[in-house]
């Protein structure tokens, strides 16, 4: 569904990304491991456009390298972006339209919107609270809800489980699970190898901008090289 | 105690145009940190355009006020496109200087192309008309005034509240890039914010011209420095704090014009300036700032 | 002795360079220039040294000034009152207060004494400007111009407002100027380099990142701030000195806008810039004033066209912002250009 060939990322004058390929294919969760700085969240910049990149991107079956970040959103991704980054001056419900900004259908939206509040009852009960107010955990699914009012094809996850407690790291999990077993096509960036790995297809393991190993979850989770990254031991 | 409540609406007027130009101001820095200094010269093209309508015998009222409104908004959008959008990424600075700058263009190009001289403008005198309620004397203008600016915060916070074009308008002073992650098109929210603006200046330019009469390349200089310093004190950015920002400064200015004695009357400007400044030195960031974050963001 | 850093002794070879050039227009204009051309080109040289003032503040805390025209005023109005002789004063100044009309001083005497106004005052302002925000700065600056030419204007008794003030000794002529702007760029120069200087950019770039390694951000910006002021107070008096009239007009808006533009095309952050940006703006500002008055060239008539300048102005501004919002120089001083880099 999304392939990505000799992707390099620039932040500016340094390139971040030397040149990685990924394959992400319909209705699995592929994810993205690795340790800081090593160019993951670049990754999912330049996938959304918001990064200059050089390289082959293609969406079913589209090249979309040349798209506008608006154009690319509206082709189907959607993304809960590192730091979750809601917006905080706004209600919950608000955050939620936002999302939909795109579907004109207003009763679409309003089912929509239902629906998730039904999957995450905490963000329903404070609905018309500033989302500023809300705890990190909360935050978080807020940021995957948005998200998913988009009603994207693929799903990119930015360390979901960035400074949360361990509970509800869980609880993040689980609710990545549900999305998987839905059917959502899922691009999962973690440093959170063991949790991560539980959930994903296939990972690839990034290194200083370079993909060093990739396999299926079982594959790379017996693999030398993943504890070695991931912990700085060889 | 007439005296009092008469001081007091003529607070409330001064304030509601203060109020009008400056929520015009702060909807663009909003969003993009654009101090936009040239917000004088869009009252200006409004002025200019009454000039126009007059030239042609046009006298409609409707007329008159709707195309200056429409000018006022062509002209902002204009600005965005062609001096806005090259330093959109910028620091403030770079926004404010660029703005001073086309404020310096279009004040030489008025007097170039149209005159450097006052011109009368005479279709408006017509909103303007004294009233006398309960022993309290006062203008129809100013009471069209407050009331136009009344309206004209309901409706902003309605559309700021209810249309997704306006969310995103409140998001993107946060964090714009996240909005366009959503899908909407940067553009989009730009043009709206421009167009708002030069709708809000296209208002008070109507009232400014109805109260002055004549429209000369300076027109909007003044009133909007004084919106520049409301929005200030409000804290830039914050929209709330513009609409209290302009009629604290209408206050302020009512209170010294009564204060004074009559042998100051001319540094009525001086003192209004100099109780912002100690306003600004009270509270850095302006009294309803937004929380800004010096630090990289998580 | 002073020691001077590598960087200061890098940045004495750039000023001498600057020095040079300035040294070669005064001369040329002194011996080749016509009466008319020789006030063209003081006042070429006075903008500098308020373009020099200018940058020593805004081009080191990158904190957008707008005062600094009114403390040029300030300078100039100091110097004026104490140095114009008495009977001059007791007609033109007949209802002055605190016996401000009964007393004159030497040029020198005056001079200090207006630097040190100038200097009380912004020390005073200073401690609450370096405090503020950005934008929150830059209104106060403003705040300030409006309130300084208020003055300006109303205590008639004593500044004569929008009117002459007059009768103020002519002891400066060109070569004077040349001598104090070649000290002042060499004065910006020096700040830039030391320490201070080099701190305080450095919290410019990165606020919080230089305050955690200790830089007193406020204290440094409190320096310049005044240091700044006293450059601008030089040029007052230097114009009051050389025209002996002076009125409030020019100590607002208008010099503020133009001053302002002579910094950024130039580039704010270096002193080069300032003297480019000043020069290529004087000069051009002078040819532009020449097609204003609608002259004849290469046999067409030209329409007269009042507005010209002003345009010419602003689009500088505009286009320098969004073409190098850095301006010409960027980060590079003159002796970059001649010398590789050695570290």
Redesign the interface.
Known sequence: MLTIQDLHVFHGPIEAVHGISLNVERGKCISLLGPNGAGKTSTISAITGIARATGSMRFEEREISGDSVEARIASGIAVSPEGRRIFSNLTILENLTLGAALQKDQAEKGRDIDHWFSLFPILAERRDQAAGTLSGGEQQMLAIARALMARPKILLLDEPSLGLAPKIVRQIFDLIGTLKDRGMTILLVEQNATQALKLADYAYLMSSGRIVAHGTADELGKSDKLMAELTGVA | MEYVIQQVLNALSFGAEYALLALGLAIVFSIMGL?NFAHGEIIAVGGYTMVAFASLAIGNPVIVMGGAIIAAMLASLTLERV?FR??RK?D???????A?????????????FVS?RPIAVTSLYFLDWPIEIAGIRLASLQVFETLTTIVVIVALMLFL?RT?LG??V??A???F??????????NRVFAMAFLISGLLAGLACIFIMARRGSVDPHLGFDPV?KA??AC?VGG?GSLPGAVLGGFLLGAVEVAMLVMLPQS?G??T??FV??I??MI??WR???ILS?A?E??D?? | MIRLSQSQRSGLVGAALLAAVLVVIGLATLYFGSRYQIRLVYSAYVNLIVVLGLQVFMGNARITNLSHSAFMGIGAYAAALCVTPENIKKISLPAAPWGLADFSLDPVISAAIAIAITAVLALLLGLFIVRLTSIGATIVTLAVLVIVHAVFLYRTDIFKGNQAFFGIPQVFDLSWVVGIAILAVVVCRLFRESRWGIQLRASADDEVGAAAMGVEIYRLRLIAWVLGAVILAVAGICYAYFLGTISARPFYFNHVFLTLAMLILGGMRTVTGAVLGTFLISFGLEGVRYLETGPVLLGIELPEALGLSGIALGAVIVLTMALRPTGIMGNREIETLFVRKTF
């Open positions: 101090v001096a090259p330093v910028a403030p600075t770079t926004g404010l200087l660029t001073f700058g086309v404020s310096i263009v279009l004040q030489n190009v008025f007097l170039m450097p509240r997704v969310l995103a409140r998001a002073s946060l964090d890039e996240m909005v366009r992650l959503t899908g909407i098109k940067a420095l520049f310093v200030v830039f100051l001319g540094m400007d001086a300036f100099m912002v400044a600004l030195i850095p960031d302006g937004p800004i010096k630090g963001k998580l």
